[in-house]
């Protein structure tokens, strides 16, 4: 059964419309007005998926506007919903460093790797050829990869295991045709980002973020 979680929480009271709760990224941003910026961006940006996914994102170095949020928000609207066609694939809308709206996808261990093994099962690689479809059709999308493990043995151990995970799915997904230079990290955290509102085996997981590369909001600053 496919496990798709889209997070969309916005205010829905005051002068916002009562069904904002439906609304897509487009009309999201859309509703921070024409002059608002980065600053509105990242207020909404902060209420989809709660924050995560803030530390990704290029370094642009300039105020992002609503109208390119807007266009970048199309975007990964249709990422978000052809990865939630994906099996057993978790699909959530979060936002980037930039307040721009960002896709992230997370597989369980068990979906990738055999209990214990930092190699791709065979499974493994038919889901991720679905995964590296969407990261071909469009090479602006930038990509982050983040290993996650338990608490079972030493910091070390588990440290080498994400990472070793982390880039087994790198490597299988430059296999599939998608381009190294898309890949701003792969890193695995171990214990660091331990959540201890999830069960072990929720911890053990691999996490994809697809969002929008300093070309892609470039591209959409010029159509806006």
């Known amino acids: 059964m496919k496990q798709t979680k889209f997070t969309a929480l916005l205010l829905c009271g005051g002068l916002l419309l009562s069904g904002c709760g439906t609304l897509n990224n487009t009309a999201k941003l859309g509703m921070a007005g024409g002059g608002a ?3 509105a961006g990242a207020v909404i940006g902060g209420l989809i998926g709660k924050g995560k996914g803030a530390g990704i994102g290029a370094a642009i170095g ?3 506007g609503a109208g390119t949020g807007v266009i970048i928000g199309r975007k990964m609207d249709k990422k978000a919903e052809a990865a939630a066609q994906i099996e057993a694939a978790q699909v959530e809308q979060v936002t980037d460093a930039n307040g721009l709206p960002a896709v992230k996808v997370t597989f369980g ?9 930092t ?18 059709d469009d090479t602006t ?16 151990v588990n440290q080498k295991f994400s990472k070793e995970r982390a880039y087994a799915v790198e490597n299988y997904l430059q ?8 890949f701003k990290q792969v890193k695995g955290v171990g214990y660091d980002e331990y ?6 085996a929720e911890n053990r997981r691999v996490e994809i973020y697809m969002y929008a590369s300093e070309e892609m909001i470039q591209q959409a600053q010029t159509q806006s």
């Open 37 to 39: 910026g980065a600053t």
């Open 119 to 136: 190699t791709l099962s065979n499974e493994a690689k038919a889901t991720l050829r679905e995964v590296a479809q969407i990261l071909r």
């Open 141 to 156: 999308t930038d990509i982050a990869i983040i290993g996650h493990t338990d608490k079972v043995g030493t910091y070390e």
């Open 62 to 64: 300039a105020a992002v």
């Open 195 to 200: 959540d201890e509102t999830k069960t072990a």
């Open 109 to 117: 261990d068990n979906v990738l790797f055999d209990f214990n093994s």
């Open 175 to 182: 296999d599939c045709g998608v381009s190294p230079a898309q």
